[in-house]
């Protein structure tokens, strides 16, 4: 049965939005592996949706793979427009840790991404808004 499956946690991945230059509006999504061992065969799907001025919207669905992200250390998943910080934006991030497959989604709500939410990253020591 279903509810005998055991889905463990994924901890120490993050995803964050970050603003590449200081003062730009030239942003990206970076995923971050804080754990102390490799993750591998990574796939990252993105996609976002919902209203703007009243409109149904949505973004193509776009699949991302990187073989490995070493720990402690991050990579570029893909660019991002301030456009479309008014929708759902959603990180569906599958890996392997330890011959086990695990995945969990990121979801950063509409207007979340904004200077007042900005933190420092870590690891990547820029400004944005991180989900872990």
């Known amino acids: ?16 939005i970050v603003q590449e230059h200081e003062g730009l509006e030239e942003y990206a ?6 754990k102390a061992v490799s993750i591998l065969n990574v796939l990252v799907t993105s996609t976002g ?4 001025n009243d ?3 949505k973004t193509s669905t776009l699949r991302h793979f990187f ?12 660019p991002i427009t301030n456009e479309v910080f008014g929708l759902t934006n959603e990180y569906w991030v599958s890996f392997t840790l330890n011959d086990q497959l695990l995945d ?4 950063f709500l509409p207007e979340t991404i904004v200077p007042d ?3 420092t990253i870590p690891i990547i020591n820029k400004k944005g808004v991180l989900i872990k």
Do not use: R, S, T
């Open 67 to 78: 073989e490995e992200i070493k720990q402690h250390d991050f990579i570029q998943i893909e």
């Open 49 to 52: 949706y919902g209203l703007i």
């Open 29 to 34: 999504v970076y995923l971050i592996n804080l």
């Open 117 to 119: 939410n900005f933190i």
């Open 1 to 16: 049965m279903i509810k005998d499956i055991i889905f463990p946690e994924v901890e120490d991945v993050a995803v964050a």
């Open 104 to 107: 969990k989604k990121f979801i």
């Open 55 to 57: 409109e149904h919207k």
